[in-house]
């Protein structure tokens, strides 16, 4: 009687598959027991799917009633405001959120938000000439939350006036290209790579080999390219000379007071500065700038990386298996020079 009471004593964690699993390893079924054991599993396969089917009515109803109310809303005169968060790159979702804020008429002014440590320099560079065909037509502020690095930076300053809290962590100016190399480890395992290329800088630099003079001096060049672009455009949208932004572009970060100080941002603030500001430039250029509300163009947030990345693992593990591929890189691309903080 003990297996019995050991049997049938499952702690109620243990998934109802699993628990028949076990048990049939325990002990011998007969064919009643077998047709119960598939009737549970398709009563299991059942609810499994009714809850997948709950999640998404649900998710469809939300979305529904935030696309119609943001869709009345933005028939309105306002301000758009929109956030750039995590890791930058090129995000096609984002791109066409801005080129919609510069095209509509609807729209008095952009605050940009942002909290980041940069990314790569092309999906930073994106950014940046988008936010500033938007600020050729309207009004554009950016505001620096906790951390706005490097990449971050970049997009900080295509804005016409640039607002941070005072211990927003700033700069890291500069550029980064990394690349891990395992000669060492493929010689351990006996692992010889043989390659055939046309001249000896294609596909360099390359971890399966060792780092030549030559291949480090041509990188060297594309990092010094990138971080003269950079510098260029501090020194520019900042207004202060190439020698001081090169002073600046040393990779060290700023706190938000310290780069005040040193002119990197335009003051401290808080969201109400940014709208305030705008409401200022929309004053001072004659537009309508009284009861504007300030309406948020981020992506939808089931649309979003972390949210949707989130769902598809709760969907593939209350279905049980791989539904969707949680690893999908479709709407960015992580290909180029970083422009980024690192730890």
Known sequence: MLWKFALFSFPLMIPLNRQIKIRAQLMPLNSHEIAQQRHLKRHLTFWRFMAVAVVIIGLIAVSAVTINNKTFSIRQQHIATIEI?????????????LKKIEKSDKVSGLILIIDSPGGTVTGSEDIYLAVRKIAAKKPVTALMRGVAASGGYISAIAADQIFASSN?????????????????????????????KSAPLKAEPSGMVPLTDEVRQQVEISVKD???????????????????????????????RQALAENLIDA????????????????????????????????????????????????????????????????????????????
């Open 268 to 343: 401290i603030g808080d969201i109400e500065t940014s709208q305030q500001w705008l409401k200022n430039q929309l004053q001072q250029d004659g537009k309508p700038y009284e009861d504007l509300e300030s309406i948020d163009w981020t992506p939808p947030l089931f649309e979003q990386a972390g949210l949707n990345r989130f769902l598809k693992i709760q969907i593939n593990s209350i279905i049980g298996v791989k539904v969707f591929d949680i690893n999908s890189t479709k709407n960015i691309s992580s290909t180029g020079l970083m422009a980024l903080m690192l730890n």
């Open 168 to 196: 927003t962590i700033t700069g890291s100016i500069g550029v980064i290209y990394q690349w891990p190399e395992y000669v060492e480890l493929l010689n351990k395992v006996g692992v010889k790579m043989q390659t055939v």
């Open 226 to 256: 990138s971080y003269d672009w950079f510098v260029g455009l501090v020194s520019k949208r900042r207004d202060m000379s190439i020698n001081n932004a090169l002073r600046l572009a040393d990779g060290r970060v700023y706190s938000g």
């Open 85 to 97: 968060s995590g890791i930058i790159y090129r995000d096609d979702r984002l791109l066409a959120q």
